[in-house]
Structures are given as C-alpha cells and as structure tokens.
C-alpha cells in the first residue's frame, strides 16, 4: 500500500510560480514510478509528468515543456512538480500518482495504481 498527501496547491497569477509536492509512505516507495496528472472542470484527467523510479527520466505533456520539471527524493519519499510561467489555461486540480514498476508498457492512465487527494491550482489571469 502506498500513500500519497498532494501540498502546494493555492491561487496565482499568470506568469507566477507554484511547487507541489507529493508526500509517499511505504516500503517500495523507491521502486514505485511517479506521476503528476491534473483535471480541470468538465475535462478528463490528463497527464502532466512523470519520472522513473530512480529519478533518472522524466516526461512531459507538450503543453508544459520548459515550464514544468518533475523531481523526486527516495530518501525523503517525495515527489515535487515546479510550475513556472504559470498560465490560465493550467487550472485544475493536481494528482500525484504512483505505479508499480514495469506493470505495463502502455501509460494509460487506468494502469496508475495509486493516487492522492488533488490540490487546486487556480491561475488568475
């Protein structure tokens, strides 16, 4: 079983900055890859980011490439999402998310196993 506590979530301003983080229990925590998926009002949850279990590859939706990086520290079991250059269009609640290493080769977001509560992002513009 693995836990995951979303933080950071608030109010901004476009072109502004916020940093969630994802808080991680359990025993496998390290071995887990770990994802950041947002949905908006009306929309489908979509995918954001994500990182290996070692920290060592990390992707991105098109639409938050150069402005959003992915982080994570096994030791301290955590997972962060820097947002900068912040925009309207970035508004949503935040998940963190977790899955079990090599479970599929699709990244579907069914094949995620665990997931926090979401945090909101809100963007003024």
């Known amino acids: 079983q693995v836990q995951l506590v979303e933080s950071g979530g608030g109010l901004v301003q476009a072109g502004g900055s916020l940093r969630l983080s994802c808080a991680a229990s359990?025993?496998?925590?390290?071995?887990?890859?770990m994802g950041w998926f947002r949905q908006a009002p009306g929309k489908e949850r979509d995918f954001v980011a994500r990182i290996s279990s070692t920290g060592g590859t990390a992707y991105y939706t098109e639409s938050v490439k150069g402005r959003f990086t992915i982080s994570r520290d096994n030791a301290k079991n955590t997972v962060s999402l820097q947002m900068n250059s912040l925009k309207s269009e970035d508004t949503a609640v935040y998940y963190c998310?977790?899955?079990?290493?090599?479970?599929?080769?699709?990244?579907?977001?069914?094949?995620?196993?665990?997931w926090g509560q979401g945090t909101q992002v809100t963007v003024s513009s």
């Open positions: 359990g025993r496998t925590f390290c071995n887990y890859a």
């Open positions: 998310a977790a899955r079990y290493p090599s479970k599929s080769s699709s990244w579907y977001l069914s094949t995620w196993d665990y």
